[in-house]
């Protein structure tokens, strides 16, 4: 597709004629500098012929199935030409002026290859949102935390993040990616299906010298849970599972096979206190989460590149010591 434009917003769509009926509006009002697609992952519901109807200046590419989010945004990103795609959920309201910040930062900074805006949560403004916060970092162990959310601890925002820095990953809700670094890392790895495969993917940009970053001055909301809320037992099941993907592929042995051991401890301890929950569907979701992954750990493995990096990927060593026995459950107390 032919563009002239530094920036192309590609949302992926499933089944969601309702979110982009929500959605959309701000979207296409507060865009002007980039070209807007909607990618559709196989919709049954009237979601396209509603684009087409309401949006014609969108330009639609129809997917042959539903291949998850990390297919759709594969398949997807091949029909997009613009040099920077931000790739963002079909649940996200923009703000006024959210795009100049981040086309300013990918111009004055070319080390920059991944990014995000600050996210806040849709239904409390005031606060940030489970899925990227204020950008995203990782423990030592591979549990992911972000600033203004660690595990389920959502902060206010009080402008105590309103400093752009460098990340560890940037959030799947809205990631801005230069296209020569997408297809450089051969996009996402769809064995993940969806859930954590951006942090993949920002791992393995982190493992060849790439930089994230947070940008600051823009700002999104995020309503999550749209496609998979986190009392589904399906997210549990593709959370655990990805994050031992993640430290297979991207941590170097014989430290990756430590940490696996490590996390088959601690996600057994998960289970149990799923169990004294009263959510046993969770327990078998960690429970198949492991399964599935020494299943597929040949495969896996073999998808890890050769020059694994040493370097420290976190300053922090146990987020869960932290977080549930020294109750620091805020991000500047973990500095």
């Known amino acids: 597709m032919k563009t002239t434009k530094e920036i192309a917003v590609v949302i992926l769509n499933w089944n969601g004629r309702k979110l982009l009926e929500t959605f959309l509006p701000s979207v296409v009002n507060y865009s002007p500098e980039a070209q807007l697609y909607v990618a559709d992952n196989a919709s049954t519901d009237d979601s396209v012929d509603f684009l087409q109807t309401t949006y014609p200046e969108i330009q639609i590419i129809q997917l042959p199935e539903n291949g998850g989010y990390a297919k759709g945004y594969n398949q997807a990103l091949q029909q997009v030409n613009e040099p920077i795609h931000i790739l963002l959920n079909s649940d996200v309201e923009v703000s006024k002026n959210w795009l100049p910040p981040i086309l300013a930062h990918f111009k004055n900074h070319p080390e920059t290859a991944i990014a995000q805006p600050k996210i806040l949560d849709y239904k409390k403004p005031n606060y940030f949102e489970y899925a990227g916060a204020a950008g995203g970092f990782i423990d030592k162990l591979g549990y992911p935390y972000c600033r203004g959310r660690i595990f389920d601890t959502l902060e206010e925002d009080t402008h105590q993040y309103n400093n752009s820095c460098p990340i560890f990953w940037a959030s799947g809700a809205c990631l801005v990616i230069r296209k020569e670094v997408f297809l450089s890392l051969n996009g ?145 107390n973990l500095k």
């Not at 941590?251 to 149990?272: E, H, M, Q, S, W």
């Not at 979701?285 to 750990?297: D, T, V």
Request: proline share 2%.
């Open 188 to 332: 996402f790895d769809e064995d993940y299906f969806a859930h954590q495969e951006e942090i993949d993917l920002c791992w393995r940009a982190f493992n060849k010298g790439f930089q994230s970053y947070y940008i600051a001055e823009s700002t999104v909301y995020h309503l999550g849970g749209a496609t998979l809320s986190k009392m589904n037992a399906k997210k549990t099941f593709l959370n655990f599972r990805n994050s031992l993907y993640n430290l297979l592929k991207n941590v170097a042995t014989p430290k990756a096979y430590f940490l696996i051991f490590i996390r088959l401890c601690l996600d057994g301890l998960a289970g149990v206190f799923f169990l004294c929950q009263g959510k046993p569907k969770h327990t078998l979701a960690i429970i198949h989460a492991h399964f599935s992954f020494y299943k597929n750990s040949v495969k896996i493995y073999k998808k890890r590149n050769s020059k694994v990096s040493y370097k420290p990927y976190s300053n922090v060593n146990a987020l869960i010591i932290n977080y549930f026995i020294k109750s620091q459950k805020n991000y500047k």
